[in-house]
């Protein structure tokens, strides 16, 4: 059975949308790696509400990103989620040598993707059930996890 074709994508909204379609997805594990996460959502209500409802029935979620200034500034309901189910989620931040890394995806449960190829640009690509087409980014997760350090906590922001 052949995999299903990425669903493309270049616009704002439309990544938005197919976020919202992986979260929904994920019952498991959800990993990411973003620059600094200003195009996730993180903070804003419907988001806030899916990444609840998957830590509540035991998901566990990994992020990885070089800054967390705007997740400190710009989510403060990230914050709680954080504060909240620091038990089931985890953040690490980048070293200065993987700082010049610049795509950007949530994988959840190594079956659905989002990613953009540039966090600077729109343009990015998801797929539905095909973990033929997550495999990639998981070994670059992996390998950014590896070299990454404990970042952003509920302690250091201050909650």
């Known amino acids: ?40 959502r993180l903070g804003a209500p419907d988001v806030d509400a899916a990444l609840r409802r998957f830590l ?9 990103l070089h800054d967390a200034a705007h997740l400190e500034r ?7 989620l954080l504060r909240d189910y620091a038990h089931a989620i985890e953040c690490r931040r980048t070293p200065r040598a993987l700082r010049d890394l610049t795509d950007s995806f949530c994988i959840a449960d190594d079956l659905h993707i989002v990613r953009r190829f540039h966090s600077d640009h729109m343009r990015g690509e998801a797929a539905f059930d ?7 980014s998981r070994l670059r997760f992996d390998g950014i996890w590896a070299e990454s350090q404990p970042g952003l906590q509920a302690s250091v922001t201050g909650l």
């Open 56 to 64: 509540h029935d035991g998901g566990r979620l990994r992020l990885a």
């Open 74 to 80: 710009e989510a403060p309901r990230f914050l709680r």
């Open 1 to 40: 059975m052949a995999a299903p074709a990425p669903e493309p994508f270049d616009t704002r909204a439309a990544f938005q949308q197919r976020l919202g379609d992986v979260l929904a997805r994920a019952r498991t594990t959800l990993v990411m790696f973003d620059p600094d996460y200003a195009l996730f």
């Open 130 to 136: 095909a973990p033929q087409q997550t495999e990639l």
